[in-house]
Every structure is written in C-alpha cells, then in structure tokens.
C-alpha cells in the first residue's frame, strides 16, 4: 500500500515518489511538493500577472516552482508556465482504494491555551472514492472513528517566542471570541515563522549584518511592541492578511530580490517592518525607499500603506532627521513626462498624486456589503502626517520665535518664503469656502503642482469667472489666510496647535484641503450622477439640458472659461443636432459635451471644467477619426460648431493631424496590398497602383482632415484614384482636392452628384436598392452610398461613373448570412430548381471562400423567384437602368473599406 496526499482539487495522489521537503497549508491540502527532484507548487489564478489574468486562459493548478519564479521576474514566458501543470507532465501517480491517506490540519486553540502551535494528524485507508473526500464546504473529510494525534508544529525560534508572549492576549477578548482570536494569532505566528525561515535569508548577503539586524529588530517588536495592541478580531484579521501577502509576494518574487541590490532590495526587505523597526533605518535609505514606491506607475492599498509607514517612521522629537526627511521630498524632482516643454515632479507630489482617498461612492457601495477595502483615507493620513512633521521642522518659522517675537528663518537655507516684515504676515490669500446646505464647499480658488517641481501655484476667479494664477510658492510657504473659514466650511479643520488657530497654514496643506473639497463636490454635484448616468443609461437618457436650453433662448453669450466662449446661436445648433442625431459614437460624445457645458453654467466647477475639456478632446479625436458632421464644418455667427468644439478641447491640432495623416496613409497601403491579393485570386484584369509620393499623400489628407473628412474618407479618395485603368491616368493632386470639397457638399445636401434632387434620389433609393435589399434579406438598418458619384460628376478617368451600396455587418451577422444562403441553396435543391451536387458546390465553395477571404462573393447571394434561383448580380444588371449604374455589397464593419461613404436612411 502506497502512501497518499489531497491534492486542492481534492484528488488523491501517492507521495512514495515525492522528493524533498513538502509542504501543506493549515487545512491539510498538499501545496507544494517535488517528483524527480522537480518542486511544483500550487497557484491560484491570482497569483499571476494582472495583465495575463485579463488576456489568457489561466486555470489554478501545481506548477514547476522554478519556472513560476522565473516567470514573475520576468525571464520566462506564461506559456512555459502552462506547460509545466503538473496535470499535464504525467509525472503524478493518482491514489488508488486500499492507500495509506496522511492528513495533518492545525489544531483550533482551546482552553487553557498554549504558548505552543499543534497539529492534528490523522491516518486512515482511502476507499477510493472521491466524492468522498471533501465535505460540502470542501474542507477535507475525516471518518468519523479516525482518531487525531496531536504533533507540535517546528516553529523558527523568533516565532516561538512570538506565541509564548502573545497567546495570552486571546483571554482579553469577550467568551464567544476568545477561541477565535487564538486562532488568529497562531495563524499570524506561523505566518511570521514563514518569514524568517524563507523570506529574511534573501537578504543575508552583501550587507548581510545591517539586513540581519532590521530583521532581528522586526522580530523584538512582534514579541513586545503594541503591534498586538488589537481590539477586535477584524484588526487581528487584517493584521494577519497584512503579512500574509507580504509573504506570498516576496516569497513569488525571490528571484527578484537575491538578484537585486541596494535600494531595490531594500524595499522588499522593509516591507515587512512596522513603523517603529523601520525608524531603525538611516533616513537616506527610507527615502531611497519611498523613491522606488513613488516612481511606480500606481501604488496597491498596501504599497500606499508601506509609503505611510515610512512617513510615520520618522522621529517627530528629533528635529535634524525631520528637517533632512522634509527637505528629500522637495529637492529630489523627476521628469515624469519627456514632451515638451517636459512636466517635472518633487517626491512629495509624486507621492500625493499616487496616493488617494477613495470615492465615497465606492466607500459606501462596499461597506454595505461589510468590506472596508475602500475604507482608508489615505491621502488625508499622508498630508496629516507631513504636517505634523512640518510642524516641528525648520521650515515652520512658528517653531523657534526670535527675542522680538517674529518668524525665525535661520535654520531656513536659501529660504524662498514670502514674507511681509512691514505688515508682520506670509503670503496673504483670501481663500474663502462656505459649505452649502447642498452639502457643497462653494470655494474661489484651485491649487496645482508647479509643472517644473518647485512648488504649488493656485489660479482664482473672479466674479466675472477670469482666471488670474499666481506664480509658484515652496510646497512648505506659511500662508497667512484674509479670512477663516470655519471648521463646518472646510472638507479638512483648519491646522490647530495647542488647541488653536495660529492664523497659517503650509501651503502643501491648504492646497490638500481644497482638493479634498472639490473631491467631495465633484461626490455631491456631477460624481453620483454622472457614474450612474454613464453605468446605466448614458447621459444623454438623463440629462435634459433644460439650464443651457434656456441661456440659448435667451440669447446668452455662455463663457465656459476665460478663454473659450460659445454664442447663443451655435448653442442653439448643437442642442438641436444631439437631439436629432442618432445614437453614433459622435452623437453621444456631443451629449457629454454639453452635458458638463450645463453643469459649468450652473456652477464654476475646475473638475467640471477639466471633465469637459477631456470630453471635448474625445469629441474632437471622434471627428478627426469618423469625420465631422457636414452642420458642424457651417458658419454660425464667424464660427463653426467645430471650431468651437476644438477651442473648449484646447488641443494641440497639429499633433492629431500628424497622426491622421500618419494613420491613413499606412492603412491605405494595407489596403491595396490586400486588395490586389484578393483581385489575383479571382482573376481580376485590373489591380491598385500606389501613384503617389509620401509628400504628394501627406498633402492630401493634411486637406482632408482639415475640411472634416474622416479618416475613411480621406482614404478612400485616394484609394479610387490608385486603381490601375485600361488608360493608365494618374489624377492630379488638384482635382483630388476638388472631389474632397464635392464630396462635403454631398454629404450637406443628401443626395450624389447622379440625380438632380433629393427627392428623386430618395425615390430610386427606396423604390430600387431598398426592393432589392428586401429580397435578398439583406440588413438595411447599416447601408451607405458610394461610389464616384458622391464625389464628382464623372469618374476620374471620365466615363460612366456610378453609385454603389454597401451593406454592413459584423463578422457574426455575415457568418449567419452565410448560414441563410446556404439554406437557400438547399431550399433550391428541395425544390427541384438545381440538383443536390450542384447545391453542395454552391454552398462548399461559398463557405470556402468566405473562411479565406472574410467575404461573401455577390454570386452565392441569392433568392428564389419565380422558380429560379438568382443572384444579386443578375438581379442588378436586369432591374437597373444603365443611367444609374449601381451595385450592392455586403462588407465587414471592422474591416478598413478605403472608400468615401455616407449612411443612408431609408424611408
């Protein structure tokens, strides 16, 4: 009988094989183990990458160790990974009836506890069914007449000791909880055991003894410091999830930490260190810590969390390593954005920005359901805490009066401070905040982090909402306030020493406090509404306009800011038109325009503002993509609708010209090469010709985005004038110009240069191309007109120019129109009109060209008339006049046709 263990699934496995040290977790569930000296170990599908969650097929399961590891440092690919499941190795012997089952689970604490961790062991045969083996809530079954023997657990010494002195802390909670917290406490002691025998080891080279010493530290304070010093078995809980990360995380990236060094080391090593060991650290090398966090491309609750534990782990009481912590964060700056001019951060702002407060929202949307992972208001502590240190620094000239009871600035280098020695007072600002009964903080000034790291700066509005900035100010400027604001009117109290308002406040804070404000706003006045307009219904369902409709009707000349001004008239036009547009990308991005236009109007919000600036830069990137609407390009009142739009967006347009020209040009030249592949499959005579010069495509569509044109468009213009004709001609750059202009004034007046009006357009439309549509049961809710036609009056070359149609589906609509027609051809067969074979080609040969070419050839869609079985095209070339020359496509949506094309709606 061969020996046996659980895996997480619940299947049963003979260890006779495994080699080495295996382990389990406090459940009895085999967790890592070795067969052929090849160590595999369990991972939950959390455990890897947040990218490859989101993109792959990842199941749990036991994989090599070794490669796991590689993997997160970054040297092994997941698909290696997935390649060592153990599943898949073969390398595991399944248990069979009659195996000798070992099962070793933690033993629950009772009464009288013990400074010591048990195990209850249990031995018994499998019977060699699985369904068996675990009970409903999947935890491990054990028969009832199994006995357990109890074994100690080998704790690490510093673990060991951890329990002995903590273990009585369980007797302070209430009777119902007491075994509770035991609990908790002998898992958070093998937890801390687990640290130090696999996690301080990494770090005992190159500075081995400095290393070793902050782990020797960590280790005294989990034994008598106040770490323990809980209330409630949630902090014991959290606690316990707190270290157990740490230790999965550090443990995954070991490969990571014996290969680095220095500060990068540090950083994993100091993790595990509460504020007090940390204090244990020099101050350079916290910095050097708080570097690594800061320059991350965001911080996790935990790493915000290690970020305020190096804050806090500054000795308030020793002023010289206060005033050398505060000055790392305003002289170590950094370029975040390498554009010009290049945008630079100090540590502090780095920090600030990557460390937030939650959405109340979200606070109150998980508390109910008893979570409080968005809980912390983390940015608060952080600013707290650097005011508390500020306040004992040297950059508070309140800290040391001189003999004549002012400021002292002498432990200030090269102070930059502003400071009024006639008046006695800082910078003077007259902040004012009154909180509405709405619950609004209605203040007149925004704070922002100066663009080359120096400090702050605040922009202010007038009652005429002018902007007026200030120049920038050191982040730690004493500034001296015209008015308080009580404490009921600031989102944050007011900076208090000694029970009082001392009349300053640093700026970093005060600037902290009025974000803080416009935070909780932007909750109260557009945050609820518009997470919950966007979510459910999209803010067009919702919002009415009713405000911004009235200035219109009355004329109104509505300033958004200072530098962008919109008139009644082209207000007017742009109510009408997202009232009248359909639900298209550009429509709805209109709406959101106008959306926050309203709340502006209502109130001078600065996040309002920015939401509409970034909402206009989306509306101006959908016109240069998809092209602008022909109303948009008028003329209202010495604007267009488009300039405006584009004003309020205050984008750099040459940059997106750049990249339309960029973008289109590229996609063309992937066009004709796919187009000439698909022309020499089917024996086509004629092909595309790229005719045109970088320069001379470039110029082009410069043109064409400038009058509107999408990119499409932009394209497709060029496209029908790179195909190959039986008289070569290559059309002058001229008279592509002259198309594009034609091709706006077909798209304002509705109809192609064919007819002679809208209504007799309409009518061929309806009466000609919409019959069709309907008997071959084609969609006719996606159909545009085409052709030369809505770009000229003849074709490039002269000759019979024409209108075609294109109809567009989805690959899963055309993969069903491909369905449809092959039941038609078998519907023939049924009928008796063509033979069985002869249906079976059709729909072979349909289905074959379709799977290689992503598209269905005109001659296998069909219908059945008459008694005959017909095509598309033969339908066309019968029923249309010669005058009107036209033709029907059905193509892909996704796929870049690289034609001119407007929707039409049929009647």
């Known amino acids: ?105 933690l033993l629950i604490p009772s009464l009288p506890y013990k400074g010591y961790c048990e195990v209850s062991s249990y031995k018994f045969l499998y019977d060699g069914d699985l369904t068996k083996v675990l009970n409903d809530d999947l935890s491990i079954r054990i028969p009832q007449e ?216 979200l606070k109150s949307t998980f508390e109910m359901i008893g979570s409080n992972k968005y809980s912390k208001d983390n940015r608060t502590r952080f600013a707290t805490a650097i005011l508390l240190l500020w306040q004992e620094s040297k950059y508070n000239p309140y800290k040391n009066l001189t003999t004549n009871g002012e400021p002292d600035y002498s432990l200030i280098d090269d102070s930059t401070y502003d400071y009024d020695k006639n008046f006695n007072h800082f910078a003077l600002i007259n902040y004012n905040s009154r909180k509405s009964k709405f619950g609004v903080y209605n203040d007149n000034f925004t704070f922002e982090f100066d663009p080359n790291g120096n400090g702050i700066y605040w922009i202010t509005a007038n009652k005429d909402f002018t902007l007026s900035a200030a120049t920038s100010l050191n982040l730690y400027q004493p500034m001296t306030l015209l008015s308080y604001p009580s404490e009921t009117d600031t989102s944050i109290q007011l900076p208090q020493k000694d029970g009082e308002f001392k009349g300053v406040v640093p700026l970093f804070f005060l600037a902290f406090i009025d974000s803080d404000g416009d935070s909780k706003d932007f909750d109260t006045k557009v945050g609820i509404m518009v997470d919950v307009a966007a979510t459910f219904s999209g803010i067009g369902a919702i919002a009415e306009l009713r405000y911004i409709r009235y200035l219109s009707k009355l004329g109104q000349f509505l300033v958004i800011i200072d530098t962008v001004s919109i008139a009644a008239s082209i207000l007017s036009f742009l109510l009408r038109y997202s009232e009248d547009c359909n639900n298209s990308p550009f429509c709805e991005k209109l709406r959101t325009v106008l959306f926050y236009i309203e709340i502006i109007s209502l109130v001078k919000d600065p996040i309002a503002i920015a939401k509409s600036k970034k909402a206009a830069q989306n509306l101006v990137e959908e016109g240069i993509e998809s092209g602008w609407p022909s109303g948009m390009l008028n003329e209202i009142d010495g604007f267009t609708p488009k300039q405006k739009i584009e004003q309020l967006a205050g984008m750099d347009i040459a940059d997106y010209l750049k990249a339309y020209v960029s973008d289109t040009k590229s996609t063309l030249i992937q066009i004709i090469n796919r187009e000439n592949a698909f022309l020499k499959t089917i024996g086509a005579e004629h092909s595309l010709v790229k005719y045109y010069s970088d320069f001379q495509m470039e110029e082009i569509l410069t043109y064409a985005a400038g009058k509107g044109l999408s990119k499409e468009d932009g394209m497709g213009i060029l496209h029908q004038a790179c195909r190959k004709r039986p008289v070569e001609f290559i059309a002058p750059i001229n008279l592509l110009k002259d198309r594009m202009d034609r091709l706006v004034a077909v798209r304002k007046r509705g109809f192609p240069f064919t007819f002679s009006s809208l209504d007799s357009f309409d009518d061929y439309a309806n009466n000609k191309i919409g019959v069709t549509l309907d008997k071959f049961g084609l969609a006719k809710d996606k159909v545009y007109y085409t052709g030369s036609s809505i770009t000229s009056e003849s074709s490039i070359s002269g000759g019979i120019f024409d209108t075609d149609w294109s109809v567009n589906y989805s690959y899963i609509e055309m993969e069903k129109l491909v369905g449809e027609m092959e039941k038609r051809f078998i519907r023939a067969h049924n009928l008796g009109i063509i033979k069985k074979g002869k249906a079976n080609e059709y729909n072979k040969a349909m289905k074959s060209f379709f799977k290689k070419n992503r598209v269905l050839h005109k001659r296998y869609i069909v219908a059945i008339e008459d008694g005959h079985l017909v095509n598309i095209r033969q339908v066309i070339d019968r029923d249309f006049p010669d005058v009107i020359k036209s033709d029907i496509t059905p193509v892909l949506e996704d796929l870049k046709a690289g034609y001119p094309r407007i929707k039409y709606k049929f009647k």
């Not at 090599?64 to 599943?87: C, H, M, P, R, W």
């Not at 954005?337 to 920005?353: D, H």
């Open 1 to 105: 009988m061969a020996k046996a263990e659980i895996l997480k699934n619940g299947k049963v496995v003979r260890s006779d094989n495994f080699t080495n040290e295996i382990r389990h977790d406090l459940e009895g569930f085999l967790i890592e183990f070795s067969i052929e000296n090849l160590t595999y170990i369990y991972r939950e599908i959390t455990h890897f990458k947040t990218g490859d969650i989101q993109s792959n097929k990842i199941t749990s399961g036991y994989y090599q160790k070794l490669v796991f590891l590689n993997y997160i440092a970054g040297i092994e690919s997941l698909e290696k990974v997935k390649n060592t499941d153990s599943s898949k190795e073969g390398k595991i012997v399944y248990a069979t009836k009659g195996d000798n089952l070992a099962i070793r689970k």
């Open 146 to 361: 199994v006995e357990a023997d109890l074994e100690t657990v080998e704790l690490h010494i510093q673990s060991s000791i951890f329990l002995k002195n903590r273990m009585v802390l369980a007797s302070t909670f209430a009777d119902v909880e007491q075994n509770s917290a035991a609990l908790l406490i002998t898992k958070i002691a093998l937890v801390i055991s687990m640290i130090n025998k696999d996690i301080f080891p990494l770090f005992d080279n190159g500075t081995s003894e400095e290393y070793k010493n902050y782990a020797l530290k960590q280790n005294e304070f989990w034994q008598t410091g106040l770490i323990l010093d809980f209330r409630t078995l949630n902090d014991l809980d959290s606690y316990l999830n707190n270290i157990r990360r740490y230790y999965r995380n550090t443990y995954v990236n070991q490969l990571l930490i014996t290969q680095s060094n220095g500060k990068d080391k540090l950083y994993w090593l100091a993790k595990s260190l509460s504020p007090i060991t940390l204090s244990i650290i020099p101050p350079k090398q916290r910095i050097d810590i708080l570097e690594v966090l800061a320059l991350k491309s965001s911080l996790d609750d935990d790493n915000q969390e290690y970020a305020l534990n190096i804050v806090n782990s500054v000795d308030i009481s020793n002023q010289s390593e206060v005033n050398e912590f505060l000055g790392a964060l305003i002289s170590k700056k950094y370029v975040t954005n390498s554009k010009l001019p290049p945008y630079t951060n100090n540590l502090y702002s780095l920090l600030y920005i990557k460390i937030v407060n939650h959405l109340s929202i």
